[in-house]
């Protein structure tokens, strides 16, 4: 047996309940991380197990999440899109190596 579970208060859904239903996904780069959150139309016991699945027993539920996730800023509208202005400084341990190697030859040279 499934139980869902509102992902900001935790209570359970009963099977006669209409819940929100969405689906939230992060995609993290080296340069730049991205969080998206899709609140669908109608609850689809389908994509209600899928693993990106995030579940709501009512708008307040919603609403909170979403601003525990974003911050204070909340888009009003089915889908919630916000990527990051700041750019996330990448360096591989490959691309420091290589500076020292580098570095070493010019003093030895």
Known sequence: M??????????????????????????????????????????????????????????KCKDRYVTRLFGAEVVEGETVRIVPRTRIKATSTRTTTRRRARTRRKRAA
């Open 2 to 59: 499934i139980r869902f579970v509102c992902d900001s208060c935790e209570r359970v859904k009963s099977p006669n309940e209409i819940w929100l239903l969405g689906l939230a996904a992060e995609a993290v780069a080296p340069t730049a991380a991205r969080r998206e959150v899709t609140i669908l139309p109608t609850w689809d016991r389908e994509r209600a197990v899928h693993s990106l699945a995030v579940h709501f027993c009512s708008e």
